[in-house]
């Protein structure tokens, strides 16, 4: 090929433009292509670019780079490459099982907002749209972003609320789980050997600690019993009952409102072997969630037994052997921030 009075030798074959792509990106790497082969001035790469766009399109009088791109897309094959990636759009599909592989979500995410590129499509809504379509319906990373739509309202905040759902785990009955205390970023625990100097006199449930110990460790149970492994065919959904169960101890959060707290009276928290105690069913609620939903690891809940105690901590402390614990309880009032706690899981148990 013969280019401005010098021979030049190629190390590959140019891509010739004939419709099946998008101009923009074609140019581009023509342009690499041009450098790599000292192949530096504009007018002579224009030149070249002119010689490898099928005559079908005639870019003969454009003196510009712009205004080639610009003749190829006012031809009527440039419309149909676009429609031929709407569609890819519409028919593309995430893989949910590689979401947990950083390089597939990567590949996921760049392919379709390449693809988003090379349809022109820039409306953002639209994007939306798709997006939504490429996620499966019943995913978590669908529910998530589906549940703060309205707080999403340009690309980067959409990829902002994919990344948080990739944090969101099921729980499932037999999961190992912690509650953080969403007031004060502590943790709720038990040790069977500290317990209530009255009252019960069982081991008492407190919090403690803004980072995870053995003893902050549940598990949780849709049975009266502490299932033998984790069961991910069994998501524990809102509004249905299950045990809370400490995972060294084996025993169950029981809410009983015939003994009082230290601090402020209300029911005391402890655990318990008892089988079989109705108030030692439990169930989670959510107000941006409803009974539909199973429970996600990092959703902000409340809980409640059968009773309708609710399950409570604030910064009130007792004394206990010498020791200082933040208190948990249980009352039956208004529900308020004191009553929220972070549900994590805790794949590896400790």
């Not at 090929?1 to 433009?17: A, D, G, Q, R, V």
């Not at 893989?95 to 979500?105: A, W």
């Not at 996620?135 to 309202?153: A, E, G």
């Not at 529900?335 to 994590?344: A, F, L, P, T, Y």
Request: charge should be neutral.
């Amino acid at each position: 090929m013969f280019m401005s009075n010098k021979l030049c030798f190629f190390t590959m074959e140019p891509e010739i433009y004939n419709g099946t792509g998008h101009p923009e990106v074609w140019l581009n790497k023509l342009k690499s292509f041009c450098y790599q082969n000292n192949i530096t001035i504009d007018e002579n790469i224009l030149k070249f670019c002119k010689t490898l766009i099928h005559p079908s399109i005639n870019v003969s009088e454009a003196n510009s780079f712009n205004e080639i791109i610009n003749i190829i897309k006012s031809d009527i094959s440039f419309e149909s490459y676009k429609n031929s990636v709407k569609r890819k759009l519409k028919r593309l599909k995430f893989d949910n099982d590689k979401f947990k592989n950083e390089e597939e979500i990567l590949k996921n995410l760049n392919n379709f907002q390449q693809l988003c590129y090379e349809a022109e499509i820039n409306e953002f809504e639209e994007q939306k749209r798709l997006f939504m379509n490429a996620l499966s319906t019943f995913s978590i990373q669908h529910r998530f972003i589906y549940d703060n739509l309205n707080n999403i309202n340009s690309m980067k905040e959409l990829l902002k609320y994919f990344d948080q759902s990739l944090l969101k785990e099921k729980i499932n009955n037999g999961s190992c789980i912690a509650l953080k205390h969403v007031a004060t970023g502590k943790y709720l625990s038990c040790c069977d050997d500290i317990k209530y100097q009255k009252g019960s006199k069982c081991p008492i449930v407190f919090v403690e600690q803004t980072f995870l110990v053995l003893n902050s460790i549940w598990v949780i149970s849709t049975a009266d019993k502490l299932p033998d492994k984790p069961s991910e065919s069994e998501p524990v959904f809102y509004g249905n009952t299950f045990y809370l169960f400490h995972k060294t101890t084996g025993k169950k959060v029981d809410i009983d409102q015939s003994y009082k707290s230290p601090v402020t009276q209300n029911a005391e928290v402890s655990i318990t072997s008892f089988k079989n105690e109705t108030r030692c069913q439990l169930m989670a609620t959510n107000s941006a969630k409803n009974n539909n939903d199973c429970m996600l690891s990092k959703d902000i809940i409340t809980l409640k037994n059968s009773g309708n105690y609710i399950l409570r901590s604030h910064e009130f402390t007792f004394t206990n052997d010498n020791k200082t614990y933040q208190e948990v309880v249980g009352h039956n009032e208004r529900i308020g921030g004191n009553d929220e706690w972070c549900i994590e899981l805790v794949e590896d148990g400790i």
